[in-house]
């Protein structure tokens, strides 16, 4: 048995495609053009590449795009001084704080100081919470696009149990909150696991979907798959041959696994899409 791919690029392009026709009809019966504003401070050279691939996403689609850049020394107050004028400014309708950002910058202050209205990357407070009561404004990129993943493959998740390796804000908790919701990509049953379960492998092998995002490289071997599982790599990892792993086995695990996705490849490419898509609900909720 091998594990059929899960084509992220794939579907992103296709995805991002249905987003840049959104955008020609919104900007077409509105006058306005979506713009996502994305902030980096420092000389962080993966930020760099992350900012520039998400500045090429939005030129595909039609969204405008700006990039603000600080010094490496610059203090909080200066970022929210920057993040107050962002959010003031009515032709900016998204705003990404690019991470990590220096140590001497309250990172956390930082994400909530931006609006919650055009918080497209669903970090702040209120969005958090509006995802936890069901009724999410924005669903945080990277679930989001697991979600789609596996609602556009056809992998049914009403019923199944989905088993989700880590507890981070970014991924585990809030691809939780996307995956227990009722309607299309929800309506599962959802364990999520971290560094104090025990006996990880004996969940692990009953999950119906499984979605790794523990950040360590291939810590899912086959052993810890249940045979036709979907498996969902969100990890990316960069061994000391310089090589792209996730943290799945994906040669070994490919052999037992009913759909699984690349690294990279799979999960990435989506991320960037739904960032493009929530920069976009931001912009339609900007003109009501």
């Known amino acids: 048995m091998t594990a059929v791919l899960l084509d992220g690029k794939a579907l992103a392009g296709q995805i991002q ?41 939005c030129e595909r689609v039609g969204v405008a795009s700006q990039l603000i850049r600080l010094g490496g020394d610059a203090s909080s107050s200066e970022l929210l001084d920057l993040v107050a004028r962002l959010n003031a400014d009515a032709a900016v309708h998204g705003i990404l704080i690019q991470l990590p950002v220096p140590k001497q910058i309250d990172s956390q202050a930082v994400l909530r100081a931006v609006s919650p209205l055009k918080d497209v990357d669903a970090f702040h407070p ?52 996307l995956l227990v919701q009722r309607g ?29 995002a523990i950040g360590q490289p291939q810590f899912v071997t086959a052993e810890m798959v249940q045979r036709g599982a979907a498996v969902v790599d969100v990890g990316m990892n960069r061994l000391d ?46 003109v009501g």
């Open 241 to 286: 041959s310089g090589k792209l792993v996730g943290d799945v086995d994906f040669d070994a695990v490919r052999n037992v696994a009913g759909h699984i996705t690349p690294v990279p490849g799979g999960v990435g490419p989506l991320t960037v899409t739904m960032l493009l898509k929530n920069t976009l609900s931001a912009a339609v909720l900007s």
């Open 17 to 57: 495609i249905e987003i840049a026709d959104e955008v020609r009809a919104f900007v077409g019966r509105t006058g306005v053009t979506p713009c996502l504003a994305a902030v980096l401070v420092g000389e962080n050279p993966a930020s760099e590449v992350y900012v520039r691939n998400k500045q090429r996403a």
């Open 126 to 177: 209120e969005n958090v919470g509006l995802l936890v009561q069901g009724a999410p404004r924005f669903a945080p990129c990277t679930p989001y696009g697991v979600q789609q993943l596996l609602i556009r493959n056809g992998i049914e998740t009403a019923g199944r149990h989905a088993v989700i390796l880590g507890r981070s804000e970014i991924v585990g908790k809030p691809m939780a909150n």
């Open 184 to 212: 299309a990509g929800g309506d599962a049953t959802v364990t999520i696991c971290h560094s104090r379960t025990r006996d990880l492998p004996s969940i692990t092998r009953q999950a119906d979907i499984l979605i790794a």
